[in-house]
């Protein structure tokens, strides 16, 4: 990371993929706006941390990620 996100910096979620294509295009745009929403704590909450902080938790994030799917495999 470069520096710190600004407050207007909303992390972005992916486009396309599996999930968004299972809903009908109405329920689509009504979860994207939750989904913006729901972001905007977290925005927030990275936005108080400085960089190093920030690298230290998306590695966090990251590696709960790949342990979260490990699993999935095993089962």
């Not at 009504?30 to 936005?47: C, H, M, N, S, T």
């Amino acid at each position: 990371m470069t520096g710190q996100a600004s407050s207007n910096d909303t992390p972005t979620r992916p486009t396309g993929g599996a999930r968004s294509s299972r809903s009908p295009p109405a329920q689509a745009a009504q979860i994207g706006e939750w989904l913006d929403g729901a972001a905007k704590p977290l925005a927030r909450v990275l936005d108080k941390l400085t960089p190093s902080e920030q690298e230290a938790f998306l590695k966090a994030m990251d590696l709960l990620e790949t342990e979260l799917h490990s699993q999935d495999n095993q089962r």
